[in-house]
């Protein structure tokens, strides 16, 4: 299993600014999610970030309004840039672990809530 | 994209019923996942059924895969106030080495004491 921590739990946020979000695990893994979930809806990735290269978007997310960072294995940041209402959502990450059988299963972090004035 | 879809989207219960919940995918999966998520909170894995499997248990949790129906069903027995929460399903495909998971829709249960 891994332990997963994020920074802040939740931001009240000014249209134009950004605001930055960290996630931490307690073992090294190579790929981290993240995701976005709107209120009362599913989660939706925005990227997945690996460590040593750029992270991968899904269609719908670009690197200028969403940059990612991943200095190391344990570690990864989600900006969120450029804050629009459109952006009050949770912001969730999560590491994919190997169980038996080679099947993976995702660890979450608690959640950042980012309300957007 | 979304590919599970869950139903109900909202169940309520008495404390003690059994709560089931579906959900229906579109594509070839490698396995099928379960999670619960608090309050919007982070969410927690609960259950991984695989593509060869028909039925798993869990303590109260029973799981079953229809893969010629692509659809699986989440069962609650004994239900508790406790497991008022939001429920998603999730599906792994068979490609490569792929980890991203393929997330339903959620189903929100309530358990009334």
């Known amino acids: 299993s891994a332990v997963i921590s994020q920074k802040p739990s939740r931001d009240i946020c000014q249209r134009g600014t950004s605001l930055t979000i960290q996630c931490q695990v307690d073992?090294?893994?190579?790929?981290m999610f993240w995701y976005r979930q709107q209120p009362g809806q599913s989660l939706t990735l925005i990227a997945t970030?690996?460590?040593?290269?750029?992270?991968?978007?899904e269609s719908g997310f670009v690197i200028d309004k969403f940059p990612i960072s991943r200095p190391n294995l344990t570690f990864s940041t989600l900006t969120v840039s450029n804050l629009s209402p459109e952006d009050s959502s949770i912001y969730l990450c999560?590491?994919?672990?190997?169980?038996?059988?080679?099947?993976?299963?995702?660890?979450f972090g608690p959640g950042t809530r980012l309300t957007v004035t | 994209s979304q590919q599970g879809e869950e139903d109900p989207q909202a169940l309520s219960i008495q404390e003690g019923e059994n709560a089931t919940m579906n959900c229906s995918y579109k594509t070839s999966i490698n396995n099928l996942q379960w999670y619960r998520q608090n309050s919007g909170r982070g969410l927690v894995h609960l259950i991984l059924i695989r593509s060869n499997e028909r039925e798993k248990h869990s303590g109260r949790l029973r799981v079953t895969l229809d893969t010629s129906k692509k659809s699986s069903s989440l069962l609650i027995t004994a239900s508790r106030a406790a497991d008022t929460a939001s429920y998603f399903c999730?599906?792994?495909?068979?490609?490569?080495?792929?980890?991203?998971?393929?997330w339903g829709l959620g189903t929100s249960l309530a358990v009334n004491p």
């Open positions: 999730a599906t792994s495909t068979n490609a490569g080495n792929n980890r991203k998971l393929i």
């Open positions: 999560s590491v994919p672990i190997q169980r038996r059988g080679f099947s993976y299963e995702q660890y």
């Open positions: 970030a690996n460590q040593g290269s750029e992270a991968t978007y």
């Open positions: 073992s090294q893994v190579t790929m």
